[in-house]
C-alpha cells in the first residue's frame, strides 16, 4: 500500500487529510508518524510556494499591505521563517503537545503571512477577510513571550479549563478587526490538537481553510454589511489561478 506522503504528492490530498486525521492521536505514533511528518513537511513547501505566488501577483498590481489601524502603516505581506522559528516551534511541540504538525511545520517553512492593505482597483479588499496567518510574529522580535504568557494566564483560569474551554493559539484577527472594525476573538488553534492537524474553532480544520483562502486568491469572505463589494471580474481567478491544493 502507497505512504501517505506517496500519496499526497501524486495528487490524493483531500483522501489523505481524511485518513490522517481519522488517525487521531495515533498519528504520532509508530509507523505513522514518519509518513505523516513528511505530509506536513510537503503541506507547509507547497502553502510557501503559494503565499509567495500570491504576494508576488498582488504586489505586481500595487498591493501595499498595512496594519490594520486608522494610520495605515506598512509592513510586509509575507515575513519568512526566522533563524529562531525551529526553536519556537520545538517550545510550543513541548509545552502543548500532542501539537499539530501542520501548525509546526507552518511555522518552520512558511512563515507570516499578511495580505490586510490597499490594493487599487478594490477597495473593499479589506473587507473579503483577506488571509492572515501570524505564528510566529517574526518582524516584531517572535511571539514565544505572548504565548507563554497567554498559557500561564490560562492555567491560572481555573473557571475556563474546567468548563472545558481549550488553550487558543491565536493566528489572526477575525474578518472584522482585519478592517479595522470592532469584531469577536481572534482567529486560533485549538490546544492540544486532535493529530495531525489544527482545528480553527471546532469546526473547521486548518488545511481545509488555507484551501478555501487560496481557491479565493487569498480573498476568501464578504462583509456585506460592512459596504462589502464584489472584486473587478476576473480578479479573484487570476491571483488563484495554479495555486497548489494543500
Not at 490522517?20 to 506536513?40: Q, S, T, W
Not at 510557501?48 to 505566488?53: A, K, S
Request: charged residues 25%; negative net charge; glycine residues 10%.
Amino acid at each position: 500500500m502507497a505512504s501517505f506522503h506517496a500519496r499526497y504528492v501524486s495528487g490524493d490530498p483531500d483522501d489523505v487529510w481524511r485518513d490522517l486525521r481519522g488517525l487521531g492521536l495515533r498519528v504520532f505514533d509508530a509507523p505513522y508518524r514518519e509518513d505523516a511528518e513528511a505530509v506536513a513537511r510537503e503541506f507547509a513547501d507547497r502553502a510557501r510556494r503559494n503565499v509567495e505566488t500570491l504576494v508576488e501577483r498582488l504586489q505586481a498590481r500595487g498591493f501595499r499591505a498595512e496594519e490594520n489601524g486608522d494610520e495605515g502603516t506598512p509592513c510586509r505581506a509575507h515575513v519568512p521563517p526566522s533563524p529562531g522559528a525551529p526553536a519556537l516551534a520545538d517550545w510550543l511541540e513541548v509545552t502543548f503537545a500532542p501539537f499539530p504538525m501542520t501548525i509546526s511545520a507552518w511555522i518552520r517553512q512558511v512563515g507570516d503571512v499578511w495580505l490586510v492593505g490597499e490594493l487599487p482597483g478594490w477597495p473593499a479588499s479589506v473587507l473579503a477577510d483577506p488571509l492572515v496567518v501570524q505564528l510566529e510574529w517574526a518582524e516584531r522580535g517572535g511571539s514565544r513571550s505572548y504565548y507563554e504568557a497567554e498559557h500561564a494566564a490560562y492555567l491560572r483560569d481555573t473557571a475556563r479549563r474546567d468548563a472545558g474551554i481549550p488553550f487558543q493559539l491565536d493566528y489572526a484577527p477575525d474578518e472584522l478587526h482585519k478592517a479595522n472594525i470592532s469584531g469577536d476573538a481572534p482567529y486560533g488553534i485549538d490546544l492540544p490538537g486532535p493529530g495531525i492537524d489544527g482545528k480553527v474553532g471546532p469546526a473547521i480544520w486548518f488545511v481545509d481553510d488555507l484551501n478555501t483562502a487560496f481557491a479565493a486568491g487569498g480573498f476568501p469572505g464578504a462583509l456585506w454589511d460592512e459596504g462589502y463589494q464584489e472584486p473587478p471580474a476576473g480578479l479573484r481567478e487570476s491571483l488563484a489561478a495554479g495555486l497548489l491544493r494543500l
